[in-house]
């Protein structure tokens, strides 16, 4: 029987034939080895890092568990609400309250919070014919004296005035067609 290649041929390609030899070999023993591993319990999600039964959000000693499979501990009290995603925020001046804009099933809130005792004060639906029914990823913006609180949406920005104990008295919006133009 004739061989395949040359003895010069296999003389001046060894190293070659070698290193992919074993190349090959590790490959399949590694994946033997993994899937054994697999087959017999041994690995687990918990122990190669993942999720295990965690669901994102959910908080335990290792601190709060992000999408990206990160543990963070958060410095102070986590604000929640159960009907949505506080998506940006902003503290009032005398740091009582706070500003937020949430997002849940396509309608945009705007939430205020009382940060001395954390309970929601107020919430308002942002599509109960108040400008475009959006917000923004911008968050809130108050007022150096705290009276006014401006809100962003998509194509318009709310103007609230705010009471002294932080109820929106008033609502009144500027659609960019409605804003005056300098002549």
Known sequence: MKRLFSARWRHQHWRTLRATGIATAAVVAAAGITTAAVAAGVTSSSSSGGWGDAQVGTQNAEGVLLASDQRVKPAGTRLLITD?????????PNGEYMASLSWYDFTGFLTIFDLKTNPVVQQVDATGGMGDGTVAADGPLWSSNGTTLWVPQTSDLLRYTVAATARSAAARSRSPSSRRRPT
């Open 84 to 92: 949505g995603r506080l998506l940006s925020s902003a503290v009032s």
